[in-house]
């Protein structure tokens, strides 16, 4: 069976230059109008942007991506402080027309709090109501959150009734499925985005090549190369495979430079999942290797 369908393409690389392993750059505009017309023909629904990936929402206007029929994902303007006010609200609320005449569309399929702390913050319940507010108007279908730790997830589902959330997972950072919070949001009914599939292409790095930052699992991602390997795979092949096996995520959210990454992403999600080594073993809990925005490289 093709797993196409479980994938989605994530556009930080294209709106701004970033990533570990990126040696590509920001591509250009016709590289990411193949990336589109690849992703569309072959079943790919959802993208998922932010009003913080520099000019991604432009350009996704600029390709029609909405009327074209991929369902849009972005996420809310994070506000700094300890605490919403009313003028935050309000500011989250022109922040989202603005994204809408960036994407030139009316509506999104999802609308995600970029910064979930300010969900739990004093007056949180005033941002929430907002989102309501779109979606009960028909500018958003799915309202929820974009999260980097279990905890939060736990919290925030003890408090809002969301739809919709994005998370991290890949072999190295299995927090989520450990906790059993993926059981969960299924039982809840909450579409599931998983992120951040190839730690931002570190785990796809030979060992040797690996800033002095990550010495600590060097030797671990020898192992990890070696293994897959003698099972005949490559890191690619490992890192999607595991997303693509977990039957509690609905969706994988992939970023990609170029159509070649792409078309090799797609190649693997068109076979059934290739069947795996242990890979439970890898698991990091030390969120300064898991969680890029803790890197210090
Ligand atoms: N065949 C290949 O070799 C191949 C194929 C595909 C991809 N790749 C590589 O893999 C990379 C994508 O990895 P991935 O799909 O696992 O995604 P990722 O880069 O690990 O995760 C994407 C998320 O990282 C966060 N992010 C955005 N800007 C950031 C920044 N400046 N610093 C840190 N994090 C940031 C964003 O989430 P938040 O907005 O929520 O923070 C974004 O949604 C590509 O850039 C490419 O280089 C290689």
């Not at 393409?9 to 589109?36: D, H, K, V």
């Not at 029609?64 to 006010?85: D, E, H």
């Not at 998370?167 to 985005?193: C, S, V, W």
């Not at 599939?197 to 991602?221: C, K, T, V, W």
């Amino acid at each position: 069976m093709s797993l196409c369908q479980k994938i989605g393409l994530g556009t930080a690389q294209w709106g701004m230059l970033y990533g570990i392993a990126n040696r590509n750059g920001q591509p250009n505009r016709e590289e990411i109008s193949e990336m589109l017309s690849c992703a569309y023909q072959r079943g790919i629904s959802i993208i998922d942007t932010a009003c913080s990936y520099g000019e991604a929402e432009e350009i996704l206007g600029e390709e029609r991506a909405s009327s074209l029929g991929f369902n849009v994902v972005t996420k809310t303007i994070p506000i700094r402080g300890s605490s919403i006010s009313k003028e935050d609200v309000a500011l989250v609320s022109s922040a989202f027309d603005e994204s809408l005449k960036r994407m030139q569309t009316g509506r999104v399929y999802g609308m995600l709090i970029h910064n979930v702390d300010n969900l739990l913050s004093d007056g949180g319940e005033r941002l929430w109501a907002v989102l309501e507010e779109f979606k009960a108007c028909g500018s958003v279908e799915k309202i929820g959150v974009s999260v980097y730790h279990p905890q939060q997830l736990d919290d925030i589902m003890s408090r809002y009734e969301i739809d919709i959330v994005q998370f991290p997972y890949n072999i190295y950072d299995q927090r989520f499925a450990q906790t059993g919070l993926l059981e969960k949001l299924q039982m809840a009914g909450i579409e599931t985005h998983a992120r951040s599939a190839f730690l931002q292409g570190l785990i796809f790095m030979s060992p040797e090549n690996m800033p002095d930052y990550f010495d600590s699992i060097r030797m671990r991602q020898a192992k990890l190369h070696n293994e897959l390997s003698k099972s005949g795979l490559s890191p690619l092949d490992g890192c999607l495979s595991y997303c693509l096996n977990q039957p509690y995520i609905d969706k994988i959210i992939v970023g990609c430079e170029t159509l070649g990454q792409l078309t090799q992403i797609l190649k693997i999600a068109e076979k059934s999942p290739s069947s795996l080594p242990e890979l439970e073993s890898y698991a990091i809990n030390d969120e300064k290797v898991v969680d890029p925005s803790r890197w210090e490289i």
